[in-house]
């Protein structure tokens, strides 16, 4: 793609997620091909947003995500820093808007806050080498959104284009467990919207565990991007299938022993 592509198609996107509506897909002179070419836009649709990146979401890790939005494997996408929000002091739940959301779901995952940077290399990174660079783990809720009319049916490029369907993201307190001794593949985690249980699952819904698909992402962005900076989140993908919401509803994420984190929707 020219550079002006790269940017008509960023613009398009971004007046797409600042008026709240949905295109059916970018015109063809400036639709994505592959994934470099989804990552070009991505990068700079971010710029275009003015906001800092605070670290990195996993899509599509799990197969309920990747029939959600129509893929065959994860995608990577930029959490932007005015749509990171953090847990209080007292943990109560953090509101968020659901404002021109489409996808309206909610999903639980577990993220990652690298202490060590993890920059672009020729030869692959190791799951050990990842998770020596990981400083805490962190429960999470993530709230994601599409500007597409049919997101099911764009594709991989165009999706990675669109943020990889980034929307909100909620970031809990590091944890106090020894997570490193946690088998993260097994660990249950269970989601209750207002007060009931609305799903249950565990890690290995992640790619078949959290640490696989954190390593995963340093590899996706060591290929596409610049790697992973120190003090990134990265945000695995959700652990259990997505679950509806709408105003007014409340949704925790019990993570057991990890945490837990909870959003009340507005």
């Given at each position: 793609?020219?550079?002006?592509?790269?940017?008509s198609?960023?613009?398009?996107?971004?007046q797409s997620?600042?008026?709240?509506?949905?295109?059916?897909?970018?015109?063809?002179?400036?639709?994505?091909?592959?994934?470099?070419?989804?990552?070009?836009?991505?990068?700079?649709?971010?710029?275009?947003?003015?906001?800092?990146?605070?670290?990195?979401?996993?899509?599509?890790?799990?197969?309920?995500?990747?029939?959600?939005?129509?893929?065959?494997?994860?995608?990577?996408?930029?959490?932007?820093?005015?749509?990171?929000?953090?847990?209080?002091?007292?943990?109560?739940?953090?509101?968020?808007?659901?404002?021109?959301?489409?996808?309206?779901?909610?999903?639980?995952?577990?993220?990652?806050?690298?202490?060590?940077?993890?920059p672009?290399?020729?030869?692959e990174?190791?799951?050990?080498?990842?998770?020596?660079?990981?400083?805490?783990?962190?429960?999470?809720?993530?709230?994601?959104?599409?500007?597409?009319?049919?997101?099911?049916?764009?594709?991989?490029?165009?999706?990675?284009?669109?943020?990889?369907?980034?929307?909100?993201?909620?970031?809990?307190?590091?944890?106090?467990?020894?997570?490193?001794?946690?088998?993260?593949?097994?660990?249950?985690?269970?989601?209750?919207?207002?007060?009931?249980?609305?799903?249950t699952?565990?890690?290995?819904?992640?790619?078949?565990?959290?640490?696989?698909?954190?390593?995963?992402?340093?590899?996706?962005?060591?290929?596409?991007?610049?790697?992973?900076?120190?003090?990134?989140?990265?945000?695995?993908?959700?652990?259990?299938?997505?679950?509806?919401?709408?105003?007014?509803?409340?949704?925790?994420?019990?993570?057991?022993?990890?945490?837990?984190?909870?959003?009340?929707?507005?």
């Amino acid at each position: 793609m020219k550079p002006s592509d790269i940017q008509s198609a960023a613009a398009i996107l971004w007046q797409s997620w600042g008026d709240a509506v949905c295109i059916n897909e970018l015109p063809a002179v400036c639709r994505p091909a592959d994934r470099a070419e989804g990552y070009a836009i991505q990068a700079e649709l971010a710029r275009l947003s003015g906001q800092a990146v605070a670290g990195w979401k996993i899509a599509a890790t799990s197969l309920a995500g990747q029939a959600h939005i129509g893929v065959d494997g994860p995608l990577a996408g930029r959490l932007l820093a005015n749509r990171t929000l953090h847990a209080t002091e007292t943990n109560a739940p953090i509101a968020v808007s659901l404002q021109g959301n489409r996808m309206r779901v909610a999903e639980a995952e577990f993220a990652f806050r690298f202490g060590r940077a993890l920059p672009k290399r020729p030869e692959e990174y190791r799951l050990d080498e990842v998770l020596s660079a990981v400083a805490t783990l962190h429960p999470a809720i993530e709230i994601p959104d599409s500007r597409y009319e049919d997101f099911v049916r764009v594709g991989a490029p165009q999706l990675i284009a669109d943020n990889a369907c980034a929307c909100w993201f909620v970031l809990g307190h590091a944890t106090t467990a020894d997570w490193r001794h946690i088998n993260l593949a097994e660990h249950a985690v269970t989601a209750y919207c207002n007060g009931s249980e609305a799903a249950t699952g565990s890690g290995t819904n992640v790619l078949g565990d959290p640490r696989w698909a954190l390593t995963w992402i340093a590899n996706e962005l060591s290929r596409y991007g610049d790697g992973l900076r120190v003090g990134d989140i990265v945000t695995t993908g959700t652990c259990i299938k997505p679950v509806a919401i709408t105003e007014g509803d409340q949704l925790r994420a019990d993570f057991g022993v990890v945490g837990e984190i909870a959003v009340a929707c507005v």
